[in-house]
């Protein structure tokens, strides 16, 4: 059951990493919003396989509230994507820095 | 009976609230009515009120209404307190208040500001019942207060005139000095004695303190400071003059014969307190004296009818602070109750004189007015010989001759109080006459406009009878009276034990006051009257002028104020024009200026970036938490 945890836990790692540095290094909007995707289920992996290592529901119910949160993430970004091409006529967020301090 | 008592101040209080709240939206009739009336109704409650007393042996009454606060042991309550004095006081406010308001509600007939007038009035009287009725010091602040403001407001009633507004600024800001020493004073006494209620506290003093030691002589001052800046005395006496700039009832209501006066009634009331402070009460006496005759001669060369009254009202108040230092509680009292009759006539007289001669205020422009307002000059006549003590026939004669005897015969008075009463009094007849005689002697100089209705006229009537009868309420016994007013207060007011052998003296000594009340008034016929080539050759040479413009000026203490006190502080103003308490606060302002600018090129406007910086900080951190 350890290795379950360890190898688990690797590939939830990996998933972040893939995630965060797809979230860092691509400029097309849309990409970023399926990285952050990537990132939230590597967050959920996790709690699946502690919830499972430990044998509480805990993990699982966690795992859906992120899912219900991702939904909700997504149909807000996708909003602000639609707006994004309407206003600005691009898709590439580092066209965008009005809020320049 | 007795419960009327709290009706007297509330009535007045409900005539402001109602006349304030209407914003001017009621006819000029019911506005007459409610200003008016309330005071009326107040005058009948306050004679209820005093019938009770009576019927109760006139044994000192208590009426609380509620508890004000209530903190450990400081429980001020709102409760008011009806022994003689207390009585006395209340009757001259609700009484010459009464005639005062009926008398202006013809007079400020055709004013805009009808309204306002009556509204502040109400205040001004219900505030100064409460200062009188108050059972504790915390109680008689706020009456203290309210008339201070109902005193600035009617100064600047005429708000147009921005000189106005300055005279009822320079009032507020001469009486707030002396207010500021009077707060403090009410500190101490609650810090020593543990209760601002005034009986507990004189005789928690009276247990508590030595004669003559620190704290009795320090809380005496506290509070004289308060009483001189309201009774207008040296030498916070400098507002009062330019005062006169309020309509005329104001001046005769507030500024000379109540409001002035509230120094000495609170010196009175808290005469067992000033008895433990010999070398106070020593300090009232000269003040008096002093401020008596500086402003007696002030008096002198005015050439405004009001400013005249004016100083001649601080040198009447003089007088009751003179009796006050010598310990003659009962008659300072008395004369304020006299002064109050006489001054009001001769207000509201001048008033009419004024209103006559279309707003003149100068005696040099008046002249002969006694063929054309016969009654007025009857009534202004009265009202000068009482306040010149005219013997025998005048109230004022017999309420100054009691002073002056006192200043002579108390253990605490002497021959120098003595003779600068007589000095004073010697004064008062010479400039009162020669007022007199500039107004309604001589030739006519001008015509007259409105003279005075039955509403102006019932008032001047009734406190013409005043200033005569007033006197027969204290004829000393050396001329077969009884004294009663005297023995009337001595329950609240004690008299004082005369020096040994001047019993003897006492024909010498009045006939030495009627000689110098007699005197002046014979000595302003003969300089204004039958010689005044006499006084234009002395007004002529170069020290006459300068002492003419000199005491003009009221000595020129304005000119010293403004030159030693006005012009420091403006300096320090200019100074510490950048005030060095912000220089810190300036420097947190900065300082965050300073921070905002560093961290400003962190804000770059793009996501990524943002996201890189949660990405490395969240890292830092793990790699923290691992190392350690």
Known sequence: MASVLSEGLAVSALLFAIGLVGLLARRNVIMVLVAIEIMLNAAGLAFIVAGARWGQADGQIMFILILALAAAEVSVGLALVLQMDRRHATLDVDALSDLKG | MRDALVLVPALPLAGFLILFLSMGALKRGAVAWIGVGSVGLALVAAVVAATGFWRHGAAPYTQTLYTWLSVAAFVP?????????????MGVVTGVGFLIHLYSAEFMIDDEGYSRFFAYMNLFVAAMLILVLADNLLLLLLGWEGVGLASYLLIGFWYGESLNGLAARKAFIMTRLGDVAFVIGLLVLFNRLGTLNIQDLVRN???VWVPGSFWPTLAGALLLGGALGKSAQLPLQT?????MAGPTPVSALIHAATMVTAGVYLVARLHGLYALAPAIERLIAVIGAVTLLLSAFAALVQSDIKRVLAYSTMSQIG??????????????????MIHAFFKALLFLAAGAVIQALHDEHDIGRMGGLRRQMPFTFWSFLIGGAALSAFPFITAGFYSKDLILWDAFASPLGG???????LLGAFLTGLYTFRLIIRVFLGPAKSKIGRRPGWLMAVPIGVLALLSVVGGLLNIPSLFGGGAQFTHFLAQVLPAQALRPGVRAIEPDLETAAIGASLGGIFLAFLLFLHAPQWVEKVKSTVAGAALARWWGAGWGFDR????VVARAYAGWARANRDDFVDAGVDGVVEGNRLLHQLLRWTQTGHVRWYAMAIALGAMGWFWLAVLS
Not at chain 2, 239 to 243: F, G, I, M, S
Not at chain 2, 329 to 336: E, P, R
Not at chain 2, 560 to 563: D, K, R, S, T, V
């Open chain 2, 239 to 243: 507002w009062l003059p330019d005062a």
């Open chain 2, 560 to 563: 010293l104020y403004e030159g």
């Open chain 2, 205 to 207: 003093a009276q247990a």
């Open chain 2, 319 to 336: 007088y009751m602070f003179l009796a006050n230092g010598v310990g003659a509680w009962s008659a300072a009292i008395f004369h304020f």
């Open chain 2, 77 to 89: 309550r709102v409760r008011f307190y009806l022994d003689g004095l207390s009585l006395v006081a």
């Open chain 2, 415 to 421: 021959p120098a109080f003595w003779a600068a009463g």
